[in-house]
């Protein structure tokens, strides 16, 4: 996904252009209008030759894999890229560095002569790079694809009904499963907390076929839950969320096992209840915290697993194994993916032979049925069109002895346009599971710069489309909405997010940290911190990062700040839910930072400093301990999103924070 790289970088540079009427138009030294002279010209030039080099690099995409010598090159022209918005980013800060009085504002326009030449340099020097590997590529016949074979950015994009889907009459080869789940859960037992639990192979539906039937029976017990474990479940952690399932309003964050299970138990005492615990990963998980669960004939529990030894977890023969659906259902749901914008979802003759082939590939698996019925849907319905496709499957199976629904949704990955390839991959830096939330991810896409404004709408318009169009490809699954029935959150399926992951990390988008074997940092733009030992991960850090997510609440203060002091390009640090009082001063220097994440942590109070961070767009300090705002806060004009208040997670409990006068004056919020 290169083009993706070279196509928000070409964006970038189209905005370091822009400034150069501006920086003109105001008065300059001799030598440093003629030193900025020289640099936009080097920022032009590469500009245009990114641009001429995206066409190639969308076609180039479907080679890299089976051909080394593509594969190479790809891997070189992103290389050459993140040095050019190295050198873009720091050129913005030293633009916009005018922080003191007369004297010191000349001093440093003077030094900055000697970095504008520096950075031309650097620039001419990269190019240079870029020719002559676009020379090589002749030379070597480096592959691309013909350009009547399409790209990942000629399709059109699916806006309407996006967001509005799984409906009852939608789900297909469940019934017989339904019927058998629903008897396990309502049929009367003395036998006391009943497990069902439902097994099979990753994608084969498990977590569907439960969530229908839960939407079903959940209202018949006096308290419900649904936990998602996953591989890297920790105890304490997974209790503190089956506690917030149930709605229990103790303060649990600082409580140990013994503290929780004994609220968990005390709550549930008396009460008919269901849990469900989806994606289970090993019999310990059932066996750590079973303790806090009363004991009582009308309870209910269902563990789904792709683990035999999990469902053996089962009351007597409560045990439900789900398999690949036959060709009849296999067929049913492609038509219904492929053809859901007919209203008789059915296939035209002249594409049958073909749809049934590609039906074949998904081995029955409903996701890579659905990721292929989604992705074909985007297309003509043309044998051409379809055909194309179909040529990139077989080619990608030529070299690669990996399952074809794997290849299936791997080209429905690499037939993303390449602005939603980066707001996709940056989903998959999110726990496995994790229920992701509208409006967060959108305002992280948008600061990124990941979306740009179009055809008249805003940012925000732009970036529900992109959601909206993830999740009509079946990329992203919906698991909430509002009363209204917009998306309110999402998550990614764990097949699909270990394709992403992979894809992430060879193009050194971005790395799950989670504390377990070697890692390594080389390169990586983005870090998605998962585990709270992040010593080794301190002791390898890069000025190239761009991205810092950290879902790790026990987070230590000082191994943040170095991280943070070598990461000075960075335009992105999440710490949402980290245990933390203050900011290391080390925040304060991150001139690029456009996203600053700070809710639910333990904030307790902003410093005059933060009116340095001059290009913030968000600030979130919803349910933080800050009372007032600092009054350098005015200073942030391109504050696009601003949230601040104390108090609980319930709206009723919240409290507002004090606010300098001028925030008015901050036009862009």
Known sequence: MAEAIVGLLVSKLGVALAREAVTFGSSLLFKEASALDGLFGEIREAKDELESMQGYLQRAERFKDTDETTGIFVEKIRGFAFEIEDVVDEFTYKLEDRHGGFA??????????????????????????????DERKVRYEVRGIDKDAGSSGSHPKIVDQALYFAKDDDLVGIEENKKLLMGCLTAQSEEQNTVATVWGMGGVGKTTLVSHVYNLVKDDYDTAAWVTVSNSYQVEA?????????????????????????????????????????DV??????????????????????????????????TG??????????????????????????????????????????????????????????LLSCKQPTYSDWENVYKEIELQLTNNVILDVNIILKVSLEDLPYDLKN????????????????????RQWIAAGFVRAKDNKTLEEVAEECLTELVKRSLLQVVARNSGGRLKCCRMHDVIRLLALNKAREECFGKVYDGSGAFSVQGTRRISIQSENIEQLSQSCGTHFRALHVFETRISINLLKSILSSSRLLSMLDLQGA?????????????????????????????????????????????????????????????????????????????GVKVPNGMRHLTSL
Request: aromatic content about 10%; hydrophobic content about 40%.
């Open 238 to 278: 997974l209790l503190k969320t089956i506690a917030k399932e149930f709605g229990i309003k103790a303060d649990v964050a600082s409580m140990g096992k013994r503290a929780l299970t004994e609220v968990i138990y005390t709550y549930l005492q008396g009460k008919k209840y269901i849990l469900i615990m989806d």
């Open 281 to 314: 990963w090993g019999v310990d998980v059932w066996f750590n915290i079973r303790d806090a669960f009363p004991k009582c004939s009308g309870n209910r529990f269902v563990i789904t697993s792709r683990i035999h030894e999990v469902a053996l977890l089962a």
């Open 579 to 655: 245990r933390i009082k203050m900011l290391p001063n080390q925040v304060f220097d991150l001139f690029n930072l456009r996203y600053l994440g700070l809710r639910h942590t333990g904030i307790q109070n902003l410093p005059e400093a933060i009116g340095r961070l001059q290009n913030l767009q968000v600030l979130d300090a919803y349910n933080t301990e800050l009372s007032s705002l600092p009054n350098s806060v005015v200073k942030l004009h391109k504050l696009r999103y601003f949230y601040a208040c104390t108090g609980g997670l319930e709206f009723d409990q919240c409290a």
């Open 104 to 133: 010191a504002k000349m001093k440093k326009r003077i030094k900055h002569v000697k970095t504008w030449r520096r950075l031309a340099l650097k620039l001419q020097q990269i190019k240079k790079k870029l020719r002559d590997a």
């Open 317 to 374: 023969n409560r045990v439900l194994e789900l398999k690949p659906l036959q060709a009849a259902e296999s067929w049913q749901l492609f038509c219904k993916e492929a053809f859901w914008k007919d209203q008789n979802r059915t296939c035209p003759e002249g594409l049958k032979h073909l749809a049934q082939k590609f039906v074949s590939k998904c081995s029955g698996l409903p996701i890579a049925i659905a990721c292929i019925g989604r």
């Open 423 to 442: 707001c996709f991959l940056h989903c998959a830096l999110f726990p496995e599971d994790y229920e992701i939330k509208r409006r967060r991810v959108m």
